[in-house]
Every structure is written in structure tokens, then in C-alpha cells.
């Protein structure tokens, strides 16, 4: 079945530095992919998508570019403000046929110090 | 335009007993999703419904049960509570649940069982 691998977390980097997590899929066919955050105490936010290979998801400084080749959907941004403090999920829809279903990795909290 | 609300928002059961969980999705969203989100398991895909009909289902046991009503709500149900239930459970709307259509995250109900 489909599935999604998230790097280990959690990471913790200084305002400023640029941030890099990677992210993997298994997927059958050819899946949307997606990076939602979540914010303490709150839903998830989509931050960004793609829906074919080759395009790049960008929203609020941060980038992804949907790789087939090498099955990769990493998030980055080239400089992070503590604000950017939450807990980041990458995610996959198989687009055969009508449906919702996203499937997540286990997601990855990140801490920025001033 | 209102967001996806969820109600309760917080709930302490014990063991064996049933809950249900509410889900109001955005005005004029036909789609509704429901995820349960763990710190060992991640998040993970119960159901999703649409025009009052399961139209994708979990790998749940059938303790977890839900419903969509005319006007788009949505209710789960969970009987004969297990501690291992103790989760953030998380609904999301979507137009049509499908192609580009974005998902939108309730803030979540969180369920205890003791």
C-alpha cells in the first residue's frame, strides 16, 4: 500500500538557518503530495502541494519539488523564523478513482531558538 | 466563511463505554474525513464520506463507525472504548473530496479513556 517516510525528528535550528526535511513515498500509482504543519493545540494546515512530478509547492518562504525519480517530497526553507515552530506532516493522495484518503508520515516537530 | 468545527472538544471516557464525536464542515462541503492521530500510530485515515455515503473506509476495527447527515454533518462513533483509543480524533472537509479540491482540519476532539 501506499506509505510516506519522514525523516526523525525532532530538529531544533537557531532564527535564520535554513531548514531541510526530507521526505519519501511508496505509492502505486501517481499520487498527489502534500506538507501539512500543525500549530500546539491546533487542526492541520495545508503549507503546500504538488500534483505531477517536476512541479514545485511553495507558500510563506517554504518549497517542495515532487520528484518521481527518486520517489522524494523534501520541504525546505531558506531561512526560519521562530514562528515557524510546529510540527510538520508530509502526505500522499492516490488520485485513482474519487477520494480523500491521505496518508501521512509520522511527522516532524520543529523548534526554532531566537 | 466559518471553518470546520468539532464538538466536544475534549472528552474523558472509561473503558467499554461509547462516544460519539461531531464534525460541522465548511458551508457547501460535501466531503468529510475523519483521522485519528496518536504519538505511536501518527495520524491514520478512519473514513471519509460523502453525500451521506462511506465512500472510503480505514483499517479500523468496527467499533469505529460514522455517518453523514443530509445537511453534511458528520458523526463517528466509537463503542466498547479501549484505553489504546485515547487519541486526537480530526475531521476535514473538502468540496468534493477529490482532484485538486484542498482538505480543511477541524481543531480536533481530544478522547481519553481511563
Known amino acids: 500500500g501506499d506509505s510516506v517516510t519522514q525523516m526523525e525528528g525532532p530538529v531544533t535550528l537557531s532564527e535564520e538557518a535554513f531548514l531541510t526535511i526530507n521526505c519519501t513515498y511508496t505509492a502505486t500509482g501517481y499520487p498527489s503530495l502534500f506538507w501539512y504543519v500543525q500549530y500546539p493545540g491546533e487542526g492541520l494546515q495545508l503549507l503546500l502541494k504538488a500534483t505531477k512530478a517536476d512541479d514545485k509547492g511553495s507558500n510563506k518562504g517554504f518549497e517542495a519539488t515532487y520528484r518521481k525519480e527518486t520517489t522524494s517530497f523534501h520541504l525546505e526553507k531558506g531561512s526560519v523564523q521562530v514562528s515557524d515552530s510546529a510540527v510538520y506532516f508530509c502526505a500522499l493522495r492516490d488520485n485513482t478513482g474519487a477520494n480523500s484518503k491521505l496518508t501521512f508520515g509520522k511527522g516532524i516537530t520543529l523548534s526554532v531558538r531566537p | ?74 458523526e463517528m462513533n466509537v463503542s466498547t472504548l479501549e484505553l489504546g483509543d485515547s487519541a486526537l480524533y480530526l475531521c476535514a472537509s473538502s468540496l468534493y473530496g477529490e482532484g485538486n479540491n484542498e482538505q480543511f482540519f477541524g481543531p480536533g476532539t481530544r478522547l481519553t479513556v481511563l
Open chain 2, 1 to 74: 466563511k466559518a471553518g470546520v468545527t468539532q464538538t466536544p472538544r475534549y472528552l474523558i471516557k472509561t473503558r467499554g463505554q461509547q462516544v460519539t464525536l461531531s464534525c460541522s464542515p465548511i458551508s457547501g462541503h460535501r466531503s468529510v474525513s475523519w483521522y485519528q492521530q496518536t504519538p505511536g500510530q501518527g495520524l491514520q485515515f478512519l473514513f471519509e464520506y460523502f453525500s451521506e455515503t462511506q465512500r472510503n473506509k480505514g483499517n479500523f476495527p468496527g467499533r469505529f463507525s460514522g455517518r453523514q447527515f443530509s445537511n453534511s454533518r458528520s
